[in-house]
Every structure is written in structure tokens, then in C-alpha cells.
């Protein structure tokens, strides 16, 4: 049944309101798959359901998150069959882990925050077994060297939490940063912080040429304009090119115009000539550091997934390395944390590619744990306050 047209006023703890905001967020999940992702079913069935508020859509919001963030405490018939029991088993165990997260042990989280095929390609660890049932943090990246500004004129920010990030600031208010005046005239972007990590590992140069391979909507490109002071050159290609019009959108707002948008399949067809001082492969992937903010991708990735976007990237690494000048830097980033994707494939592509050699990434000291190698940087939840990431570079010699 869907909501009237108009908004009738709401009494606090209004159990038929309540089970009308559950109808909706049950009509979500039963939409939700594999070709059909949670965030975008959301968005179209509350911009059908008129009546709705903006805060009671994200209560309709949070009840699909706590879905599938709680999935794995579910019994069969909740998480399948009876979803409004399942919403409401849900909504408890969040309330409860708000309350009390030690409630829950670190046994439990490990075996049902996530699927049981990941133990093979992933350590289930407390501290991201943990992490995975918390609440994600907001991030903003500042224009460089302009976040102490930026947090004088915007409210509920602090500093970000790592040395390799100067720039970010935390987001801990309500409002919808896309109205702000501070958002509209580019001075800063919302971006997870182990995204803005990955611009600091690349560390452009002013007057440098740079080639953002997998560049989609451009959030590693505007913040490779702004490291590189807007001066050199930037190619961003992507094999979907409503990706690279919503770039083109994001840098206009943004003033990046050092950069140029063209497509590329990934194949040994590059997008132009020009050999690069460096090349950022942001290669598809799983997905499983996003897991925190995410929660039903934890229930529609499959394994196989895993080992088919292992060989993309695979081959995505050798075609984009022929764009490399010699002495230039081949940068890899995945936002997984599945071996079969990040060291996987960064042996398999040292074993193929004899030429490129690896090349220390600008770790600053408060990661050096997290750098197994001079060459590598593991980014964990639990540990991290960003997504999961995987950071691999190479150099290619003269
Ligand atoms: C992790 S996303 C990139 C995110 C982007 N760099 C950012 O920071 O916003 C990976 C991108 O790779 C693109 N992609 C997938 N397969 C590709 C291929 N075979 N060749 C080129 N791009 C591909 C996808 O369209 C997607 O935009």
C-alpha cells in the first residue's frame, strides 16, 4: 500500500507510521540484486512514494541499511521471505549495538557480518568484523592547502586522521553539503579518505602529464588537478562515458581545466600517444573495502566475481603501462581487500611485465604499518577510517 499524497502530521512513536515507512523500505528490498544495488532501488521507489518526508525518507533509508547490514543475524525466513520481521529483527540489533557494541562478541561479527566464502580471500579480522557494523564517516577533501579556511566558514568539521591526507576534514552534521555555497564553488569535494590516500601516493607535479585510466565520475582526477596546481596535462578515460560527462559536470564546478575526457575500453588501443610521467590504474573491482558503507554488497558479490576483475585489472595494468615514458610511475588502486585481486594481481603483473620495476610510494609515518613493502599500502577498516584500499606502484625503466 503506498503513503497518501499529503504528509499527515506525525506522532512521536506512531507504530502505523512506523509500519508504513517498514512497507517501504520492504518494497526496496525486495527490489534489490545484483543488477539492482540498494542506494539506486532507494532512490527511485521514495521518489515515487509522495507524502514522504526528506527525514522520513532516510528513516525508510536507514531500515534498508540495517537490513543488510544485520543480514547475517537474520533467519532464513526473515532475510527471504518474511522481510518486515526481518526489518523490524533488524532495526533491534542496531539499536542494541548502538547502545552496546560489546554486547555483541568478536566471534559472532566475524562469522555473520559477512558471507562465508570471504574467509578465502580475506582475513575476517575483529577490528573490520567490527567496523563493518558501525556507522561509515563522511569525508571531504579540501582544495589543497586550503582546509584550515574551509573548516573556519563550514560547521560540524574536524581534521582528518592521518598525515598522508592534509587536506580532509571529517563531516559530522546534517546538512546536505551539495546546497552549501562552499560546495558549489568547487572548495571541496566529498571524498572517502582512503580515496584522497591514493592522489597522495600518485604526487603530480605541476607541469607533469598524468593519465587517470579508470577515471569514471573524475574523483581521483579533480584531486590529481588540484595536487598538480591545475598546470600539466591530465587525460581521464573510462570505458562508460556517462561516467566522463558527469566528470566534465564535477570539474566545471570544480575549475579543473588541465585535463582531457576520452574513452577507453581498456584495451591495447590506448586514447592517445602522449607517453605520461605517470598513470593511475583506479581499477574495477570488487568492492569489499566498501563493505562499511555498503552493506548489500556483502550478500549480491559473488566469488567469481572476485577472480573475473582480478584479470581486468590484470590487463588493464599491462595495456596501460605502454602509455609510460621511461622513469614514469604506474600507480594501482583497488578498493577490495581480496588477495586474488590486490597482491594477486600486482605478482602476477610483476612476473609479466619484467620491465617495470617497484617504485616506493610517499608513505608518511603514521602508516608505515600498513606499507608491507616500500612499494605497497594496505588501507583496513578497523584500522583505517576510510574504505578498505590496496595501493601498488611500479616505475618503468629507462
Ligand atoms: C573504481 S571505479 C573508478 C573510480 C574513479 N577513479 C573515482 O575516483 O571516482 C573503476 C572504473 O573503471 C571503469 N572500467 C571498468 N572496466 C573498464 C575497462 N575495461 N576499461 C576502462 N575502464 C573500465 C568503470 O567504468 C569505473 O568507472
Redesign the pocket.
Given at each position: 500500500m503506498s503513503l497518501p499524497n499529503e504528509p499527515r502530521r506525525r506522532r512521536a512513536d506512531d507504530p502505523e507510521w512506523d509500519a508504513r515507512l517498514r512497507r517501504v523500505a520492504v518494497k526496496v528490498l525486495r527490489l534489490c540484486d545484483r543488477e539492482h544495488p540498494a542506494d539506486a532501488v532507494l532512490r527511485g521507489v521514495l521518489a515515487e512514494e509522495r507524502g514522504l518526508s526528506r527525514s522520513e525518507g532516510g528513516e525508510v533509508a536507514q531500515m534498508v541499511f540495517n537490513f543488510h547490514r544485520w543480514r547475517g543475524w537474520l533467519g532464513d525466513d526473515q532475510a527471504t521471505a518474511d522481510l518486515d520481521s526481518g526489518v523490524r529483527e533488524a532495526n533491534r540489533l542496531e539499536a542494541r549495538h548502538s547502545r552496546s557494541p560489546s554486547s555483541f562478541t568478536d566471534e559472532e561479527l566475524i562469522q555473520r557480518s559477512v558471507p562465508p566464502w570471504v574467509v578465502s580471500e580475506v582475513e575476517v579480522t575483529p577490528s573490520w568484523a567490527r567496523s563493518l557494523q558501525s556507522p561509515p564517516r563522511l569525508w571531504l577533501r579540501a582544495r589543497h592547502g586550503k582546509r584550515d579556511a574551509l573548516a573556519r566558514t563550514l560547521y560540524d568539521v574536524v581534521p582528518g586522521a592521518t598525515q598522508l591526507c592534509p587536506d580532509a576534514l571529517e563531516y559530522q552534521g546534517q546538512t546536505d553539503l551539495h546546497r552549501t555555497p562552499e560546495f558549489q564553488s568547487g572548495e571541496f569535494e566529498i571524498?572517502d579518505l582512503s580515496?584522497q590516500a591514493?592522489g597522495h601516493l600518485c604526487a603530480p607535479a605541476p607541469g607533469e602529464s598524468w593519465w587517470?585510466?579508470?577515471?569514471?565520475?573524475?574523483?581521483?582526477?579533480l584531486?590529481l588537478s588540484d595536487l598538480m596546481g591545475n598546470k600539466g596535462m591530465l587525460w581521464a578515460?573510462?570505458?562508460?562515458s556517462w561516467?566522463l560527462k558527469k566528470l566534465k559536470q564535477r570539474a566545471a564546478r570544480a575549475r579543473v581545466f588541465n585535463y582531457r575526457a576520452a574513452p577507453?575500453?581498456?584495451?591495447v588501443r590506448l586514447p592517445t600517444k602522449t607517453l605520461f610521467h605517470g598513470v593511475?590504474v583506479?581499477?574495477?573491482?570488487s568492492?569489499i573495502g566498501t563493505w562499511q558503507r555498503n552493506p548489500h554488497a556483502r550478500w549480491s558479490t559473488l566469488p567469481a566475481d572476485v577472480q573475473e576483475l582480478a584479470a581486468?585489472q590484470l590487463?588493464?595494468l599491462c595495456n596501460a603501462a605502454a602509455a609510460l615514458r621511461p622513469g614514469g610511475r604506474l600507480v594501482y588502486?583497488?578498493?577490495t581487500l581480496a588477495r586474488a585481486e590486490t597482491t594477486g594481481v600486482a605478482s602476477a603483473f610483476e612476473a609479466r611485465m619484467p620491465g617495470m620495476r617497484p617504485s616506493n610510494l610517499p608513505v608518511t609515518l603514521d602508516l608505515a604499518a600498513a606499507s608491507p613493502a616500500p612499494h605497497q599500502l594496505w588501507l583496513r577498516p578497523g584500522d583505517f577510517p576510510g574504505n578498505g584500499m590496496f595501493v601498488s606502484a611500479w616505475v618503468k625503466a629507462s
Amino acid at each position: 500500500m503506498s503513503l497518501p499524497n499529503e504528509p499527515r502530521r506525525r506522532r512521536a512513536d506512531d507504530p502505523e507510521w512506523d509500519a508504513r515507512l517498514r512497507r517501504v523500505a520492504v518494497k526496496v528490498l525486495r527490489l534489490c540484486d545484483r543488477e539492482h544495488p540498494a542506494d539506486a532501488v532507494l532512490r527511485g521507489v521514495l521518489a515515487e512514494e509522495r507524502g514522504l518526508s526528506r527525514s522520513e525518507g532516510g528513516e525508510v533509508a536507514q531500515m534498508v541499511f540495517n537490513f543488510h547490514r544485520w543480514r547475517g543475524w537474520l533467519g532464513d525466513d526473515q532475510a527471504t521471505a518474511d522481510l518486515d520481521s526481518g526489518v523490524r529483527e533488524a532495526n533491534r540489533l542496531e539499536a542494541r549495538h548502538s547502545r552496546s557494541p560489546s554486547s555483541f562478541t568478536d566471534e559472532e561479527l566475524i562469522q555473520r557480518s559477512v558471507p562465508p566464502w570471504v574467509v578465502s580471500e580475506v582475513e575476517v579480522t575483529p577490528s573490520w568484523a567490527r567496523s563493518l557494523q558501525s556507522p561509515p564517516r563522511l569525508w571531504l577533501r579540501a582544495r589543497h592547502g586550503k582546509r584550515d579556511a574551509l573548516a573556519r566558514t563550514l560547521y560540524d568539521v574536524v581534521p582528518g586522521a592521518t598525515q598522508l591526507c592534509p587536506d580532509a576534514l571529517e563531516y559530522q552534521g546534517q546538512t546536505d553539503l551539495h546546497r552549501t555555497p562552499e560546495f558549489q564553488s568547487g572548495e571541496f569535494e566529498i571524498q572517502d579518505l582512503s580515496s584522497q590516500a591514493v592522489g597522495h601516493l600518485c604526487a603530480p607535479a605541476p607541469g607533469e602529464s598524468w593519465w587517470d585510466a579508470c577515471a569514471g565520475e573524475g574523483g581521483k582526477t579533480l584531486h590529481l588537478s588540484d595536487l598538480m596546481g591545475n598546470k600539466g596535462m591530465l587525460w581521464a578515460s573510462d570505458r562508460a562515458s556517462w561516467r566522463l560527462k558527469k566528470l566534465k559536470q564535477r570539474a566545471a564546478r570544480a575549475r579543473v581545466f588541465n585535463y582531457r575526457a576520452a574513452p577507453w575500453e581498456g584495451g591495447v588501443r590506448l586514447p592517445t600517444k602522449t607517453l605520461f610521467h605517470g598513470v593511475l590504474v583506479d581499477a574495477p573491482c570488487s568492492g569489499i573495502g566498501t563493505w562499511q558503507r555498503n552493506p548489500h554488497a556483502r550478500w549480491s558479490t559473488l566469488p567469481a566475481d572476485v577472480q573475473e576483475l582480478a584479470a581486468i585489472q590484470l590487463q588493464l595494468l599491462c595495456n596501460a603501462a605502454a602509455a609510460l615514458r621511461p622513469g614514469g610511475r604506474l600507480v594501482y588502486s583497488v578498493c577490495t581487500l581480496a588477495r586474488a585481486e590486490t597482491t594477486g594481481v600486482a605478482s602476477a603483473f610483476e612476473a609479466r611485465m619484467p620491465g617495470m620495476r617497484p617504485s616506493n610510494l610517499p608513505v608518511t609515518l603514521d602508516l608505515a604499518a600498513a606499507s608491507p613493502a616500500p612499494h605497497q599500502l594496505w588501507l583496513r577498516p578497523g584500522d583505517f577510517p576510510g574504505n578498505g584500499m590496496f595501493v601498488s606502484a611500479w616505475v618503468k625503466a629507462s
